[in-house]
């Protein structure tokens, strides 16, 4: 038949096959594929649970009366929802009237899947967007447009996205970004470092200072210069850089040849065919 899930707060949910049931809010929810039907409990005529089956009369929209049907393979899954739909049975709303029977039907999983990724590209990250393009323009252009050798689009356009990537990943690992930030706005201060004796690194440390503005701001790091000063970003203040220029330069060296390095070769590829493509015009 299929089976039930349960928690302390959500209660009871009977699974048969298609079929979801379950009590939330003081509201009957029951799902069967892609219809679903939200009975207030005000709306709750009976409940019957003989055996394996559970029977709900109600009451819909126009007061006429209607019934669901369920069965589940135990009988204990059957009588506990059966409990806890009679425990709402009645419950109106706040306002004293019976809230209405809703009924929806979700869209079929092409169209569900296709309005899933409109909205993503629309109001989600940067990334969805540049993934989009590149599978709708990237990839027709790699095929159709006339470079030889023919396999060199395909091929430039499969691992082309490991360049922005892996350069990224770079970006992370070295703290480029955190570097960036304190270049353009960070301002030093002096601190006073104790050692962090709940991490287990050894050079983890404790920054203690005081902002422009006199707030005490206590930050947490790893690596830290000999000098007792910190630079930390006026709009986060528990954003801090204590590295030193040449340990940060030995950190980008080190990951870019762990990361950048193959980001880089992942775009040649593409680089490769668009000057042989730009070169068929002269």
């Keep these: 038949m299929g089976e039930s899930n349960s928690g302390s707060a959500a209660g009871v949910v009977l699974v048969n096959g298609r079929t979801r049931v379950w009590v939330r809010d003081g509201v009957l929810h029951w799902q069967r594929g892609r219809s679903s039907l939200t009975v207030p409990g005000a709306r709750i005529r009976r409940v019957e649970c003989a055996e394996s089956s559970l029977q709900v009369d109600f009451l819909d929209e126009s007061g006429t009366a209607a019934t669901l049907t369920t069965r589940h393979r135990n009988p204990a899954v059957t009588a506990a929802l059966g409990a806890e739909i009679r425990a709402i049975v009645g419950d109106a709303a706040p306002g004293g009237s019976a809230e209405a029977v809703r009924r929806q039907v979700r869209r079929v999983w092409p169209v569900r899947a296709v309005a899933g990724l409109v909205r993503r590209v629309r109001h989600g990250s940067r990334w969805w967007r540049a ?9 027709p252009a790699a095929i159709w447009l006339p470079v030889e050798p023919r396999f060199l689009g395909v091929v430039a356009w499969l691992v082309l996205p490991l360049c922005p990537a892996l350069l990224r990943a770079w970006v992370v690992m070295a703290e480029l970004d955190t570097w960036w930030v304190m270049r353009r706005r960070g301002v030093t201060v002096r601190a006073r470092f104790e050692s962090d004796h ?24 790893q690596i830290r210069s000999s000098r007792d000063e910190i630079r930390y970003d006026p709009q986060d203040p528990s954003q801090v850089d204590a590295v030193p220029r040449a340990t940060r330069l030995a950190i980008a060296a080190g990951t870019f040849m762990l990361a950048g390095v193959v980001g880089v070769a992942a775009g ?10 730009v070169a068929q015009r002269f």
Excluded: D, I, K, N
Aim: with cysteine; aromatic share 10%; net charge negative.
């Design 268 to 277: 040649l590829p593409a680089l490769v065919w668009l000057v042989l493509l």
């Design 131 to 139: 993934a989009t393009v590149h599978l709708c323009v990237g990839l």
């Design 198 to 221: 709940q991490s287990e690194s050894a050079t983890a440390y404790v920054a203690h200072f005081r902002t422009l503005e006199g707030r005490e701001v206590s930050a947490y790091g």
